[in-house]
């Protein structure tokens, strides 16, 4: 099992920059792959970005292609999604999430942190 915290949210205007992170613990030499996701205010959590833990291969949602980046930091435990050109509809709760390798699901999440854009 994996612990995830997530930290770096908050209220920016639109067209700004945040970087959220996220620490991990626990059983982290297990994890494929990491990813981060939203959940809009009165919307279902979506995929927002994913770095596979042997190669770094990235895969971003088309919304935020271009604006934001994920990266880790394999020594220091942690994952990170730079998000830059903010705009209101990236106003959501931010989670890291953990995929095991023997796994096909994101199976240990953050508790989120809130990212709101003002217009």
């Known amino acids: 099992q994996v612990q995830l915290v997530e930290s770096g949210g908050g209220l920016v205007e639109a067209g700004s920059s945040l970087r959220l992170s996220c620490a991990a613990s626990?059983?982290?030499?297990?994890?494929?792959?990491w990813g981060w996701f939203r959940q809009p205010p009165r919307q279902e959590r979506e995929f927002v970005a994913r770095?596979?833990?042997?190669?770094?291969?990235?895969y971003y949602t088309d919304s935020v292609k271009g604006r934001f980046t994920i990266s880790k930091d394999n020594a220091k435990n942690s994952v990170y999604l730079q998000m830059n050109n903010l705009k209101p509809e990236d106003t959501a709760v931010y989670y890291c999430?953990?995929?095991?390798?023997?796994?096909?699901?994101?199976?240990?999440w953050g508790q989120g942190t809130q990212v709101t854009v003002s217009s």
């Open positions: 999430a953990a995929q095991p390798r023997d796994s096909a699901q994101y199976d240990d």
């Open positions: 770095i596979s833990g042997a190669r770094g291969t990235t």
């Open positions: 626990g059983q982290t030499f297990s994890v494929g792959a």
